[in-house]
């Protein structure tokens, strides 16, 4: 069984600071793991994924997430904050190797961003 | 770049009523995925069709079916509604033989049951 969890519903920071969210998931076999960004009313943009590649993923609007199969984990980090970056996000897994292509939602992390 | 089209964006059903969403895939995509995302949830996985024959199954509720056509569009049909199918319904496509699990969704159908 797949899942991801995401260890914060909230993070606040400062506009030009850095943002750390952070995501841990569980899977079987060797995953596909995404970051989702979804801002107000809005539909499910895809920040990044990592494929097995680099482990160092690069994505848009200056994110980029590190996978650590040793810890486990893909947190998404930029190095500066910006005001519009104020939205849900989530961390999403998926098992290529079973088939099974649906993806699986983290929680959710809430970012604002203060002026 | 042509999206993922959904239709209607907004739906307003009373309960016990029946309704009926559509997706429209990205050209060339394969599989259509449902996702249901209720008030402060997270996007539940539903159901998915590759090439027309259902795929994949996740909770979708037995008074809800789904078909993908010819053209590969999809409908989600919900009967019965319940005051609990409020959500905000997704679908998303993606190009299964060349892809990674990359999906691309839709806007969005926001289902209100009153």
């Known amino acids: 069984a797949q899942s991801v969890t995401q260890l914060d519903s909230h993070v606040s920071v400062s506009e030009g600071t850095p943002v750390l969210l952070r995501c841990n998931y569980s899977s079987s076999y060797s995953p596909s793991l995404f970051w989702y960004v979804q801002h107000p009313n809005k539909g499910l943009q895809l920040l990044l994924k990592y494929t097995s590649a680099a482990t160092l993923v690069k994505g848009i609007n200056g994110f980029e997430a590190e996978f650590k199969k040793s810890e486990t984990s893909f947190h998404l980090t930029k190095p500066s904050a910006h005001m519009s970056d104020a939205a849900e996000y989530f961390c999403v897994v998926s098992e290529m190797d079973t088939g099974r292509r649906a993806l699986t939602f983290g929680s959710g992390t809430r970012l604002q961003v203060q002026p | 770049a042509a999206g993922v089209i959904q239709s209607p964006r907004h739906l307003i059903k009373e309960k016990r009523e029946t309704a009926t969403l559509k997706c429209y895939p990205i050209?060339?995509?394969?599989?259509v995925y449902w996702y249901q995302q209720g008030p402060g949830q997270d996007p539940q996985f539903l159901i998915s069709f590759y090439e027309k024959m259902q795929s994949d199954k996740g909770s979708i509720p037995d008074r809800f079916s789904a078909q993908q056509f010819s053209d590969y569009h999809s409908e989600l049909n919900m009967s019965s509604l319940e005051l609990g199918d409020s959500a905000l319904y997704f679908c998303?496509?993606?190009?299964?033989?060349?892809?990674?699990?990359?999906?691309?969704f839709g806007p969005g159908t926001r289902l209100t049951v009153l």
């Open positions: 050209p060339r995509h394969d599989t």
């Open positions: 998303a496509s993606s190009q299964t033989r060349t892809s990674v699990d990359e999906q691309f």
